[in-house]
């Protein structure tokens, strides 16, 4: 169990450009989760995925933002456009649901991707 | 999921019992109370969760209230390495649409004192 990993942890840009984050969760895990965390606060969801299918996505993730986990295992979040407030950590999350009974499911989190839109 | 509440920040020394409490006044009966924690430039982690019952692992114990408005955390011999914000999480037994996301509040910082 290596754990989950992202890349890159930090990165720098300028507004308007564009950015891609990616997430390797743990080895047979079937559920991906995004998180974006902002200084001072808890973690707050975007999106997730059971396998490959994109199940929710929150009212955060705006046009600008994408993700996909094309064949189940990593997934990529991208930023278009990027604003200043995009400028945020962004936590991946992987947990192997096994049943409906949420004390079987435990998310693991990544060490996160830190943001700057200069 | 129920609204929780905790204090901003604590301060506990080293060696010592540390007891992190949570208000979830407004719990369900099939909602579970979960503790995360979030040491600096690292990602969530999970500790320990409980329904009605005391709890007790490797890392941590929790106490819930009889009926259940309110918990404790105890780290029973805190350790510089604890020093982390700690995130009390309400979450609904059956996993169903919806419900798959851990909704976090602000948490409380916890600082141990060498």
């Known amino acids: 169990d290596t754990g989950v990993s992202q890349d890159p942890r930090h990165k720098i840009t300028k507004r308007g450009q564009n950015v891609t984050f990616r997430c390797d969760p743990i080895?047979?895990?079937?559920?991906l989760y995004w998180y974006r965390q902002t200084l001072g606060q808890g973690p707050e969801f975007l999106t997730y995925?059971?396998?490959?299918?994109?199940?929710?996505k929150s009212r955060l993730l705006s046009d600008r933002f994408s993700a996909e986990r094309p064949k189940g295992s990593f997934s990529t979040l991208e930023i278009q456009r990027t604003e200043q407030g995009d400028s945020a950590m962004y936590l991946c999350?992987?947990?192997?649901?096994?049943?409906?009974?949420?004390?079987?499911?435990?998310?693991?989190f990544g060490p996160g991707t830190r943001l700057l839109v200069l | 999921d129920a609204k929780t509440t905790q204090p901003p920040s604590m301060d506990c020394a080293e060696g010592r019992a540390a007891n992190l409490p949570c208000n979830h006044s407004?719990?369900?009966?099939?909602?579970?109370v979960y503790w995360y924690r979030q040491i600096h430039s690292q990602g969530p982690q999970y500790i320990i969760h409980?329904?009605?019952n005391n709890e007790t692992n490797e890392m941590a114990s929790l106490i819930i209230t009889e009926d259940r408005k309110s918990s404790t955390l105890i780290l029973p011999h805190a350790t510089l390495s604890d020093t982390a914000v700690y995130y009390c999480?309400?979450?609904?037994?059956?996993?169903?649409?919806?419900?798959?996301?851990?909704?976090f509040g602000t948490g409380t910082r916890l600082t141990i004192i060498p």
């Open positions: 999350a992987s947990s192997l649901r096994r049943s409906v009974d949420v004390t079987q499911e435990t998310q693991y």
């Open positions: 080895s047979e895990h079937n559920r």
């Open positions: 995925f059971q396998n490959e299918a994109q199940l929710e």
């Open positions: 407004t719990i369900s009966g099939n909602e579970y």
């Open positions: 409980g329904l009605k």
């Open positions: 999480i309400v979450r609904v037994g059956r996993l169903d649409f919806g419900n798959e996301k851990l909704t």
